[in-house]
């Protein structure tokens, strides 16, 4: 994938949360690549994450990330790493809610443990940062949250998964209207190829792994998994002033799912 930079984010301040996953990762690459200085948060969240950059030629934009170890379930977690981020930057001007898991069963099989730790990752999670660091935002500043496909389109055994993003995609959209100026959107990603999926389903034999794989493939139009770097690219467009007058809206990034 060819990725032009713009330095669209030149002096902004970005947390990004779930950086250490394929998406996060990608996200917290592309906008240090276009300037911006990054806060990448998760669970065991270091200064490490971002060191094999150097490899790829992008020390400066390696050096313009920090990782940060956080739990954003945890409202007094949050709330410390909200003081961190006055003390250390005084200002925000972008936030990514990615942090999230993916729990898939039948609703009968579905534990109210199941269902507290979605919620709490997927809802409780966006929900906290929102409204910690929302404070530091001005005109201008733009928020957006990882939702899911599942959101919108009935999946068998996704019912407490589904209903956790349905939660992300309806909470981003009042969040628009509560927070403005500040901008709030949503993302709803189809299959993408990173880890998550890989991990949802490695419980099953390779044959299988591969049947599935395959299946959510040839269940879109453009016929292959998406790639980290493209929902990146939207979630940057999202970010930067180009999407200035895009607010309250949900973009859905699948490969035309059919």
């Given at each position: 994938m060819v990725?032009?930079?713009s330095?669209a984010?030149?002096?902004?301040t970005?947390?990004?949360t779930?950086?250490?996953?394929?998406?996060?990762?990608?996200?917290?690459?592309?906008f240090?690549?276009?300037g911006?200085r990054?806060?990448?948060?998760d669970?065991g969240?270091?200064?490490?994450?971002?060191s094999d950059?150097a490899?790829?030629?992008h020390?400066?934009?390696?050096?313009?990330?920090r990782g940060?170890?956080?739990?954003?379930t945890?409202e007094?977690a949050?709330?410390?790493f909200?003081?961190?981020?006055?003390?250390?930057?005084?200002?925000?001007?972008?936030?990514?809610?990615n942090?999230?898991?993916m729990?898939g069963k039948p609703?009968?099989?579905?534990?109210?443990?199941?269902?507290d730790?979605l919620?709490?990752?997927?809802?409780?999670g966006?929900?906290?940062?929102m409204r910690?660091?929302?404070?530091?935002?001005?005109?201008?500043?733009a928020?957006?949250n990882?939702s899911?496909?599942?959101?919108?389109?009935?999946?068998?055994?996704?019912?407490a998964?589904?209903?956790?993003k349905?939660a992300?995609?309806?909470?981003?959209?009042?969040?628009a209207?509560?927070?403005?100026p500040i901008?709030?959107?949503?993302?709803l990603?189809g299959?993408?190829d990173?880890?998550?999926?890989?991990?949802?389903i490695?419980?099953?034999s390779?044959?299988?792994?591969?049947?599935?794989?395959a299946?959510?493939?040839e269940?879109?139009?453009a016929?292959?998994l998406g790639?980290?770097?493209e929902?990146?690219?939207?979630?940057l467009?999202?970010?930067?002033?180009?999407?200035?007058f895009?607010?309250?809206?949900d973009?859905?990034?699948?490969?035309g799912?059919l």
């Amino acid at each position: 994938m060819v990725m032009r930079m713009s330095q669209a984010l030149s002096g902004k301040t970005v947390v990004v949360t779930g950086a250490r996953g394929g998406i996060g990762m990608a996200i917290c690459k592309r906008f240090a690549l276009e300037g911006a200085r990054v806060v990448g948060a998760d669970i065991g969240a270091d200064e490490g994450m971002f060191s094999d950059w150097a490899g790829d030629g992008h020390d400066d934009a390696a050096r313009r990330c920090r990782g940060y170890d956080l739990d954003v379930t945890s409202e007094t977690a949050v709330a410390g790493f909200g003081d961190h981020l006055r003390e250390t930057w005084g200002r925000l001007d972008i936030l990514v809610n990615n942090a999230g898991v993916m729990i898939g069963k039948p609703l009968m099989e579905t534990s109210r443990a199941d269902l507290d730790r979605l919620m709490a990752v997927n809802v409780t999670g966006p929900f906290l940062l929102m409204r910690a660091l929302a404070p530091l935002m001005t005109d201008g500043g733009a928020i957006i949250n990882m939702s899911s496909g599942a959101a919108t389109k009935p999946t068998a055994n996704m019912s407490a998964y589904s209903a956790s993003k349905a939660a992300v995609q309806m909470m981003s959209r009042v969040a628009a209207i509560e927070l403005a100026p500040i901008r709030v959107n949503s993302i709803l990603p189809g299959a993408i190829d990173t880890p998550m999926p890989r991990a949802f389903i490695s419980n099953m034999s390779r044959p299988q792994q591969d049947k599935v794989m395959a299946g959510l493939s040839e269940g879109r139009v453009a016929k292959r998994l998406g790639r980290p770097e493209e929902v990146a690219a939207l979630t940057l467009y999202l970010a930067s002033d180009e999407a200035a007058f895009v607010t309250g809206a949900d973009f859905v990034i699948d490969g035309g799912r059919l």
